[in-house]
């Protein structure tokens, strides 16, 4: 937390709003560029001396509440907003929906990978786009919201772990409660994440265990072995790539050249292309 810093901001925010922005007539006696604090700290629903404390760097640590009023009325945009809620040392609750789409940034990279499985996924693995070869290699959602999670699926759902080798599956079910419990510290609990722990909880026992141990880890870089229904065992390296606020990742499996996992890839993407070409 950066009081300091979070009262300069504030004040530079402020500033540049004039009072036809928030509907104020502006009056003939005004001397401050931008708004009055007292106007900002009424629009708001806060008491200027509470506003007051805030940008002359006083005062406790404000809630989350009162910082999404406070970007509401200082009009912020997603970039500000974000490094408001930084400065006070709050994490921002995702905004209804925002997580409805993929980034563009990741977008553009999945456009690039047409050689290997790829897909963006949330940070609670809820799938949002795939290449051709990510839906012949991962399991495709077959619900929405936290049910289509691969978490959730991996836990609920016997028939998700048929595509990794049994004695795997240990190992897969305690790396991804540990990337969990990251999002969740990201997140500070809000309801998209309590609703799927809850579901989780009430439906895993193994979940339940694994989660009580509190283990944390993100994700970067780690060797699987997938089992293809007509190729085998495929054995690769996973990568990811995260977005900027940490909220999405772009996932792919690849291979060094000359393996036995490169050939079977290969043959994936050519059986990909016979059936697009004879339908």
């Excluded at 928030?22 to 708001?44: C, D, K, M, N, Y």
């Excluded at 008491?47 to 009009?75: D, K, N, W």
């Excluded at 790396?175 to 909880?201: N, S, Y």
């Excluded at 293809?228 to 050249?257: K, T, Y």
Aim: aromatic share 6%; glycine share 6%.
């Amino acid at each position: 937390m950066d009081l300091s810093e979070l009262g300069a901001f504030l004040r530079t925010r402020r500033q540049r709003i004039s009072p036809d922005d928030v509907g104020i007539a502006p009056g003939t006696r005004r001397r401050v560029t931008g708004l009055r604090r007292s106007e900002v700290a009424r629009l708001a629903g806060v008491s200027v001396a509470y506003y007051t404390e805030l940008e002359q760097a006083r005062g406790a640590q404000p809630s989350a509440q009162m910082l999404i009023a406070l970007a509401r009325t200082l009009q912020l945009e997603q970039d500000e907003r974000t490094y408001l809620f930084q400065l006070a040392g709050r994490i921002l609750p995702a905004e209804d929906g925002q997580e409805a789409a993929p980034q563009p940034s990741l977008v553009h990279l999945l456009d690039q990978l047409e050689t290997v499985p790829a897909m963006i996924i949330t940070d609670l693995w809820v799938p949002l786009m795939q290449n051709a070869l990510g839906r012949a290699m991962f399991q495709p959602p077959m619900a929405s919201g936290f049910e289509g999670s691969v978490i959730y699926r991996w836990f609920v759902d016997p028939s998700a772990r048929l595509a990794h080798p049994a004695e795997d599956r240990d190992s897969l079910s305690a790396a991804l409660v540990a990337d969990l419990r990251t999002a969740a510290a990201r997140r500070g609990g809000d309801a998209e994440l309590r609703q799927l722990i809850t579901a989780l909880q009430q439906r895993s026992d193994e979940f339940s265990r694994i989660w009580e141990r509190g283990d944390v880890t993100i994700n970067r870089m780690e060797r699987k072995r997938f089992l293809h229904p007509n190729l085998g065992i495929i054995e690769v390296e996973c990568l990811n790539v995260c977005s900027e606020d940490g909220r999405q990742r772009l996932i792919w499996l690849d291979a060094a050249p000359g393996t036995a996992a490169r050939e079977h890839i290969s043959r994936l993407q050519k059986s990909l292309a016979q059936q697009d070409r004879y339908p």
